[in-house]
């Protein structure tokens, strides 16, 4: 099956500082999400976005699909923003969904 | 609001025992599933169900059951039969299975007493 890798595993950057997390998958797939896992457990949606950039305030997402990647860029990060970050995939072949291991990122006050 | 609830938070088994955990989402989704995350890890598909009374194993079923006898709900119970059944449990809908959005609930956190 798919693969999924998260980069970098964990990242610990001083509030104003912006961030740039990745993920890489193995086969084309049909669709890809950014989650944020908050220091609760609670799961929410960042962005659905199997390709091209997406934008929502400090947030944005760049997906390449023909070159099997996406990114999520965190500008002037928050102590909200603290939290692990999944990506997760479904490809054309599976009805399930595979995530990665997640980025966990710490913003310092 | 439309949502998916989870209940309860916390849950604590005894050995030997089995425990149910409660899904109902209001979205009109039609597909379902279940993922268990233990600490520091990603999520693990437990089962999933497209429509009711289908379901079908992901990739940890193993000691754990499920029905779907109302499109809103979706139960697990975590059986006597699992032997390491410590962990956070996470309910999720979708549209269809495959190509849309999950929607996730609050979780459950489920502990061995």
């Known amino acids: 099956g798919i693969q999924v890798e998260q980069s970098p595993p964990d990242l610990i950057l001083q509030e104003g500082a912006n961030s740039t997390l990745r993920c890489n998958f193995s086969?084309?797939?049909?669709?890809l999400q950014w989650f944020h896992q908050n220091p609760w457990g609670q799961l929410i949606n960042l962005f659905y976005?199997?390709?091209g950039t997406k934008q929502n305030g400090r947030l944005s997402a760049t997906t390449v699909a023909t070159e099997r990647y996406s990114l999520l860029y965190i500008s002037s990060s928050q102590t909200t923003d603290s939290g692990v970050y999944f990506c997760?995939?479904?490809?054309?072949?599976?009805?399930?969904?595979?995530f990665g291991k997640g980025t966990r990122l710490h913003i310092l006050p | 609001d439309g949502g998916i609830t989870q209940s309860p938070k916390y849950l604590f088994r005894k050995e030997g025992q089995n425990v149910t955990l409660s899904c109902e989402q209001n979205?009109?989704?039609?597909?379902m599933y279940w993922y268990r995350q233990d600490p520091g890890q990603g999520l693990r598909l437990i089962y999933y169900?497209?429509?009711?009374?289908?379901?079908q194993k992901g990739d940890i079923a193993e000691g754990y059951s499920v029905s779907r006898e109302k499109k809103e709900s979706f139960p697990l119970t975590v059986t006597s039969a699992q032997k390491n059944p410590t962990a956070f449990y996470l309910c999720?809908?979708?549209?269809?299975?495959?190509?849309?959005?999950?929607?996730f609930g609050d979780g459950t956190r489920l502990s061995i007493l």
């Open positions: 979205l009109n989704h039609d597909a």
């Open positions: 976005i199997p390709s």
């Open positions: 086969d084309s797939v049909n669709n």
């Open positions: 999720a809908s979708s549209m269809q299975v495959g190509g849309q959005p999950q929607h």
């Open positions: 169900s497209q429509i009711v009374n289908d379901f």
């Open positions: 997760a995939v479904d490809d054309w072949g599976d009805d399930k969904i595979i």
